[in-house]
């Protein structure tokens, strides 16, 4: 089973900009979805996005026009560019792959000014 490792996450005022970076222990070219997780404070795990193996996105709607998900096959990472960012946007941001495989430990992106 694939492992992902999450990073790029941080501390960034509104209107800011992130990259997460999500990195897989094995190629990821034959996983057919790949997407992006967050979890606030108090709040359930929610879907933040998804791109398959053709490269076919879908977004939620909160996200949709500020963020961008992405895959590189042949480094076997997933990307996700966060513009625009908001407070509302604060959370623990997770990969995982469809069907859902283990939880890692996640990626920390906190906007406040």
């Known amino acids: 089973q694939v492992q992902l490792v999450e990073s790029g996450g941080g501390l960034v005022q509104p209107g800011g900009s992130l990259r997460l970076s999500c990195a897989a222990s094995r190629s990821i070219s034959s996983i057919k979805v790949m997407g992006w997780y967050r979890q606030a404070p108090g709040k359930q795990r929610e879907l933040v996005a998804f791109?398959?193996?053709?490269?076919?996105?879908n977004y939620a709607a909160s996200v949709k026009g500020r963020f961008t998900i992405s895959r590189d096959n042949n480094n076997n990472t997933m990307f996700l560019q966060m513009n625009s960012l908001k407070p509302e946007d604060t959370a623990v941001y997770y990969c995982?792959?469809?069907?859902?495989?283990?939880w890692g430990q996640g990626t920390q992106v906190t906007v406040s000014s």
């Open positions: 791109i398959d193996s053709t490269g076919r996105t």
């Open positions: 995982n792959v469809g069907p859902l495989g283990p």
